[in-house]
Nanobody
Framework: QVQLVESGGGLVQAGGSLRLSCAAS????????MGWYRQVPQAPGKQREL??????????NYADSVKGRFTISRDNAKNTVYLQMNSLKPEDTTVYYC???????????????WGQGTLVTVSS
């Protein structure tokens, strides 16, 4: 069993900062990718979009809308990923989900796991 536990969401004024954390625990053998997605407001079926991800080895990808404002980092020893969000805008308001693509002990293939989601609200 694997759990992804998120923390750090909340209410902030526009221009402010928040830091999200996500710790993975359980029968983990290897973590290949950790990242953050967010729910697309008003999209059908609670569609999620990639915000940022970091691949084992350190390479990163960001959505165009957050480049230069958000920074993703990872502590491999703690199986934890962070998302530092600066210069927040009201349009960043939504639920953020942690994602990890990992291999569990005894498994033959990796799969995606998700956190429960954390709400970020940016007031104007």
């Amino acid at each position: 069993q694997v759990q992804l536990v998120e923390s750090g969401g909340g209410l902030v004024q526009a221009g402010g900062s928040l830091r999200l954390s996500c710790a993975a625990s359980g029968s983990i053998r290897s973590i290949y990718v950790m990242g953050w997605y967010r729910q697309v407001p008003q999209a059908p079926g609670k569609q999620r979009e990639l915000v940022a991800r970091i691949i084992d080895g350190g390479s990163t990808n960001y959505a165009d809308s957050v480049k230069g404002r958000f920074t993703i980092s990872r502590d491999n020893a703690k199986n934890t990923v962070y998302l530092q969000m600066n210069s927040l805008k009201p349009e960043d308001t939504t639920v953020y989900y942690c994602n990890a693509k990992l291999l569990t002990i005894g498994a033959m293939t990796s799969r995606d796991y998700w956190g429960q989601g954390t709400l970020v609200t940016v007031s104007s």
